[in-house]
């Protein structure tokens, strides 16, 4: 795994390998509409990593749907995402550990069934699935 913050490009190379979403969402901290995202029903076998720079993030048994709209995991890669308050305060913004790309947000202690209580709501546009297959 890329060491912490070991990414790093300009905007203008951001931009020439993101699409605008991408753009939007990995590196000004967008949201993409809820219940729109390629990956929020959507359940196969792999790994998840970031679509800015292919660092894994997620494993696809730690994936659940929360019904919140957006794809929910429990659990980062040990080591792969980083943690820090919104400037609100109100939330805990997640991003990944190499490159500073937005993922979402962090949630704890909603009451889902899960190990760790708590929900990784992750835009889909950040990640990208790699099939074990």
């Known amino acids: 795994m890329a060491a912490a913050g070991s990414i790093q490009k300009s905007e203008g190379e951001w931009r020439a390998i993101l699409s605008p979403e991408q753009f939007h969402i990995l590196r000004e901290k967008g949201t993409e509409r809820k219940f729109t995202g390629e990956y929020d029903k959507f359940f196969g076998e792999g790994i998840y990593n970031c679509a800015g ?3 894994p993030l997620y494993k696809s048994t730690t994936k ?6 957006w794809p929910a995991f429990f659990e980062g890669l040990p080591g792969a995402i980083n943690r820090s308050p919104d400037p609100d305060g109100r939330r805990t913004e997640i991003t990944c550990v190499a490159c500073g790309g937005h993922l979402g947000h962090v949630f704890k202690g909603e009451g889902h069934k899960t190990p760790t209580d708590e929900r990784h709501c992750v835009n889909s546009v950040s990640i990208k699935f790699i099939s074990a297959s």
């Not at 659940?64 to 709209?69: A, H, I, P």
């Open 53 to 55: 720079c292919e660092t």
């Open 64 to 69: 659940f749907d929360s019904g919140c709209g």
